[in-house]
């Protein structure tokens, strides 16, 4: 699926199209631009937001960005999704490669010269790298901790990095442009996890997707539970969902989580029939069920005490809350997609 963009002698650098979809993100999108415009890539590039309609103030910031600066391009994305902004500002925007930008995010300043780098080296049709998560308060911490080790989100390698090679999926991107519209952009149907099913189609046309230490973005987690319970809920129904459509292309480590809130639930009520049993007079057997709980607390103590003790006591305390709202809503929200059980599943977008 390759095109040639590989350079000669003299050639000029391949022009880069960073892509961004923006909604509601006043506090963020200053820093990810301002980490685009400083790259030290030294080809031509173009910064294309999608912004959808926001209510923060973010598009009267968009707007005075680009105002000042014409290397920044705002198109509208109606929408709002995800998926339909980054589709959007890849057709408004015109060089070979495409770089996926998140609000989110802060790109290092040697981000676009080594993707282009690697894209060029491997023939690659994408290629990203480690999702660094960076909290500012105790909070945060402890959730970017989470993220970042095995037992909060799964130990994926653009969560917990690896050695460089071939992937299912990548954090980010760095797209071949032609890779991409041949395969049909973005599922605009698939509100989160698009990255990951765009690169399924990578892969299923014969392309590859390819993972590379020497990437990594800094990421900033929710900042608050009830916007990380959010963002777990809908992320465990898209994958609960993708796993249901794509069951060939899903490893077993997704089904960990929703196997886990089972046991543990499952594990609660046999406990408490086992307590109506004593008041009855009968044998408490059921008793057992409480040592799957149990064990799963005592799960999340041991992680907490061997994996945050450079992060301070208050952000260890809140790993204690984080880690369990991570693998329940996630594992919940699996359940539900896998199983068809939420009426509206593209309401759920994580935001």
Known sequence: MADQLHRTGDEPLIGVSYVMPVLNEVTHVRAAVKSLLNQDYDGPFEVTLALGPSIDGTTELVEEMAAVDPRIRVVPNEIGSTPAG???????SVYPVVIRVDAHSVLPRDYARIAVETLQRTGADNVGGIMDARGEHPFQKAVARAYG?????????????GAEGK???VYLGCFRRESILTVGLFDESIKRGQDWELNRRLREAGGTVWF??????????RPSL???AR?????G????????RFPASNGLRYFVPPVMVVGTMLGLLLGIAGIVQAALGVTPWLL?????????????????????RPDGFRSSLWFLIVLPCIHFCWGIGFVLGYLKLTSNITAHTGR
């Open 86 to 92: 980054l589709n959007t500002a890849i057709r408004a």
């Open 149 to 161: 080790t095995r037992v909060g989100l799964g130990g994926t390698p653009f969560h917990v990095g």
């Open 167 to 169: 992937a299912d999926t």
């Open 212 to 221: 590379t230490p020497a990437l990594k973005v800094l990421y900033r987690p």
């Open 226 to 228: 009830s916007r990380l």
């Open 231 to 235: 963002q777990m809920l809908s992320t």
């Open 237 to 244: 129904l898209w994958r609960g969902e993708l796993a249901r």
């Open 288 to 308: 057992l069920g409480f040592v799957i709980p149990a064990v799963y607390l005592v799960f999340v103590i041991i992680a907490t005490i061997l994996v945050t």
